[in-house]
């Protein structure tokens, strides 16, 4: 079977990580997928490192399966041409603060005007309400915001933001199932419907248990480096050529744990029965994992505790990630076929939800600016050669 949304049309205004990323898994899974940005292209497609053709590394990635036309939605002259596209379509995807989006004509009342039954989803810093909806940001303000920066890190140094984008990601991926659930709605009901999530929001659901052992039990979340909270050993590890992250959680991995390096003598101990007890008394336990850990190789370890059940992994160096057998054989990183020009092969994402009837797949390439001008305006909404010509003349498309 073909891939199931191929009968799903959608205006990506996108930008940066979060919403590029929603339109992304949506068009693995066969949705036509249309990338929208201002004449001469949008600045997530220069910013950071940049390869030979002038993109960063992360647009292939987040833009492939799509097709891109260019519209200054900042126009007047560009509101009828919108209106074409949006009766064409069955959902608008966007990551504007709300005032930009009444500025652009993409509320959620100016779209069902054109189309009663059209589905916009909308990614923003703070929603679409209450007093912040109207202030800007991104992934590291929701961190901050959430708690989550405060309890990062290590005692006695600063607050420690996560190197990758984590908020940006599960709200993308939350967009892209609130999408899938409002597109069921609507075929058991023919009703559109507006889908509005928020960074904050994602952030909070990462953080809301931390907060209510602060709120209920008056207890503040501990800053405790790699380590994780209330368990344990459950550490990164030194060994002698590496890191190994190993997370000791339950009783039962415990006692594997206990015996694997030979400290079965803690069992019997009354004050280190459950996760709790061993996390509070963590400095009797710590200093015997931490020396077993050093004798040995990343390796050893790894083959060590897996044969016991005990979950770990090795601190890979982002050169090794790509070589890593179970990440190559699984194409959990995918270097496409699809030819980008100007730029070497390179690796993107793999399919996150893979589907044993209707998998997704990498089709195309991202688009180059404007690549598909003409499909879109031309074939798709009837639009002439001497109209086109005027619109690309006055910068609207």
């Given at each position: ?230 368990v344990g050993p459950t550490d990164l590890y ?10 000791t959680i339950m009783n039962s991995m415990w ?143």
């Amino acid at each position: 079977m073909d891939r199931v949304l191929r009968d799903i049309r959608i205006l990506d205004f996108g930008r940066f990580i979060a919403c590029p990323y929603c339109g992304m898994m949506l068009a693995d899974m066969g949705a036509e997928v249309i990338r929208i940005e201002r004449p001469g292209g949008e600045e997530d497609r220069t910013i950071g490192l940049t390869g030979p053709n002038g993109e960063n590394m992360g647009y292939p990635g987040y833009c492939r399966n799509k097709k891109g036309i260019t519209l200054n939605i900042f126009k007047a002259e560009s509101r009828p041409i919108l209106a074409d596209l949006v009766k064409k379509s069955d959902v608008v995807i966007h990551n504007f603060a709300p005032e930009a989006a009444r500025m652009a004509g993409l509320t959620y009342d100016d779209l069902k005007e054109i189309k009663p039954d059209i589905i916009l989803t909308a990614i923003s810093c703070f929603g679409s309400t209450g007093p912040y909806a109207d202030r800007t940001g991104f992934d590291f303000i929701a961190q901050a915001m959430s708690g989550a920066m405060k309890v990062g890190g290590f005692p006695d140094k600063p607050p420690v933001r996560a190197f990758i984008n984590p908020i940006d990601f599960g709200t993308g991926t939350a967009a892209a199932f609130g999408t899938m659930v409002a597109l069921r709605h609507r075929d058991q009901t023919g009703e559109g419907q507006a889908v509005d999530l928020s960074l904050l929001q994602t952030a909070l659901c990462t953080t809301a248990a931390s907060v209510a052992e602060n709120d209920v039990l008056g207890i503040p979340k501990p800053i405790i480096g790699n380590r994780a909270p209330y368990v344990g050993p459950t550490d990164l590890y030194k060994c002698k050529d590496g890191y190994v992250f190993v997370a000791t959680i339950m009783n039962s991995m415990w006692k594997r744990m206990a015996k694997v390096i030979g400290i079965e003598h803690l069992l019997d101990e009354p004050d280190l029965k459950t996760d709790l007890d061993r996390y509070y008394h963590k400095e009797r336990i710590d200093p015997l994992v931490t020396e077993w850990m050093a004798a040995r190789t990343t390796d050893e370890v790894v083959e060590i505790m897996q044969a016991a059940r005990i979950p770990c992994g090795p601190l890979l160096e982002l050169p090794d990630v790509s070589k890593d057998p179970h990440i190559q054989s699984e194409n959990m990183l995918e270097y496409s076929d699809l030819e980008v020009p100007g730029m070497e092969r390179i690796p993107i994402p793999g399919i996150q939800a893979r589907l044993s009837k209707t998998p997704g797949k990498v089709v195309t390439r991202a688009p180059r600016v404007g690549e598909h001008n003409q499909e879109i305006y031309q074939e798709l909404l009837g639009y002439q050669d001497d109209f086109m010509d005027k619109m690309t003349e006055q910068r609207i498309i």
